[in-house]
């Protein structure tokens, strides 16, 4: 494991609460543990991000190409699309 380094981090009144409620519990044995935690979540939601982000782009992508070939789709009808395949996916995340 590589040395560790102390960190002064001043937290708001609430974020201390809950800290203090996570060491509490049981489930973390310090307060440092409950941050590096949060940290290792926050790395992995940017992570995440990330990809999605390029997903988006290769998709952008994709339809430039197909415009510049003049493979393009009425307006009304692709944001048709759009909006079935957001209202699906907001029905799989409640299902979920």
């Known amino acids: 494991m590589p040395p560790r380094k102390t960190l002064n ?10 800290v ?3 060491v509490a519990s049981g489930l973390y ?3 440092s543990e409950v941050v590096r935690d ?8 940017e ?8 997903s988006v782009r290769r998709k952008i992508a994709v339809g430039l190409r197909q415009a510049k070939a ?3 789709v009425d307006g009304s ?3 048709a699309e759009i909006r079935l395949d957001v209202s699906g996916d907001r029905k799989r995340r409640k299902a979920g």
């Not at 992570?47 to 390029?54: F, M």
């Open 29 to 31: 044995q310090t307060a």
């Open 20 to 22: 203090e409620k996570k």
């Open 70 to 72: 003049g493979k393009l």
């Open 47 to 54: 992570r995440a991000n990330g990809k999605d982000l390029e």
């Open 9 to 18: 981090v001043s937290l708001t009144p609430v974020l201390q609460k809950f």
């Open 38 to 45: 949060g940290l290792r979540l926050l790395e992995e939601r």
């Open 77 to 79: 009808k692709a944001f």
